[in-house]
């Protein structure tokens, strides 16, 4: 929808509290601003508003928001098949949106206060068996011989993903200066927290062959380790395209960077990893959330029944 310069500057000085006075990263102000777009032009078409054809100003529709246009905009989300979990975060995008307004003079009241967001469900990701990453990550190295460099790249992102169990925005994110030299990676985690991530030697042989590749393809004006075509940071939308057209290539059941995420995750456990050292890894600033985000298999419970249980 076309908004009115007053909502155009609406949204863009929301845009820059969330990135300057809550310290957002780039991805979650995009996030934040798209969803509070959506809930505009959300009510503007149930107001009838058109910019430039209505009489009024727009800035005025807003003062009387109240939590039912807040529960309409939800339920249309819902009836439009978002999965729970997409229905909490755009709940708790909202209550941060209708806050911001109503500190701000915009609308009368903060109408989100009333509002309670859905349980978000419990339902794991996917997660492949480790012969079925391993033979996966063989694909990628095969399809890198091809002389490709871009093939090259693919195989390293999804090598440093799985390695480190990074978030999609971490592994595009990575500079140049973020490779130590010990095979460890720095990786800017939520709310702007580093930890330092070892991958491996596998990960870290796929990513000296990109960088080889990268060098001879661009150079280093671009600071980022991973560009695309076009020699600028790859877009997330990109990784995403990329690997599940590369999982239909090599036949093995559809997955997302979250997957393989949590695939590290589950495979670290199913080796004896501590639970806290997994959380370490991943980034978790609560263990209770490493609980929930990981689970443990069928073959490790059976083990530690055998090793434990006197009538094992």
């Known amino acids: 929808m076309l908004f009115d310069s007053s909502i155009q500057k609406l949204v863009a000085d929301y845009s820059t509290f969330l990135s300057v006075r809550r310290g957002y990263s780039a991805h979650t102000v995009r996030a934040y601003v798209r969803e509070a777009e959506s809930f505009l032009t959300f009510l503007f078409r149930q107001s009838d508003f058109v910019a430039g054809t ?10 009387n928001i109240d939590v039912t246009d807040m529960r309409s905009w939800l339920a249309e989300m819902s ?17 941060t949106f209708s806050h911001w307004m109503f500190k701000n003079g915009i609308c009368d009241a903060d109408a989100a206060l009333r509002i309670q967001a859905p349980r978000a469900s ?3 990701p996917t997660v492949l068996s480790h012969k079925q990453v391993e033979d996966f990550l063989e694909y990628l190295k095969a399809r890198a011989e091809s002389g490709d460099p871009f093939d090259v790249r693919d195989w390293a992102i999804f090598e440093v993903i799985y390695a480190a169990g990074m978030r999609i925005s971490e592994c595009v994110g990575l500079d140049r200066a973020d490779l130590l030299d010990n095979g460890t990676i720095r990786v800017l985690g939520k709310g702007n927290k580093e930890r330092m991530v070892p991958i491996g030697a596998p990960a870290w ?14 150079g280093w004006q671009d600071q980022a380790v991973f560009i695309g075509k076009r020699g ?7 990784v995403r395209q990329r690997l599940c057209q590369l999982a239909d290539e090599a036949q093995i059941p559809e997955i997302s960077p979250h997957d ?5 995750a589950t495979h670290l456990l199913d080796g004896g990893s501590d639970l806290r050292i997994v959380q370490e890894i991943l980034g978790h600033s609560s263990l ?12 490790r419970l059976r083990a530690a029944f ?6 094992a």
């Open 54 to 63: 209505s009489t009024g100003n727009a800035i005025d529709l807003l003062k």
């Open 79 to 95: 009836a439009a098949g978002h999965k729970r979990s997409s229905l909490a975060r755009h709940c708790a995008s909202i209550k």
């Open 122 to 124: 419990n339902e794991l």
């Open 205 to 218: 042989a796929a990513l000296q062959r990109w960088l080889e590749a990268r060098s001879r393809l661009m």
């Open 232 to 238: 600028h940071r790859i877009d997330q939308r990109v």
């Open 260 to 264: 393989l995420r949590h695939c590290a």
């Open 288 to 299: 209770a959330t490493t609980q929930r985000y990981t689970h443990v298999s069928n073959d």
């Open 306 to 311: 055998g090793m434990a249980h006197p009538r």
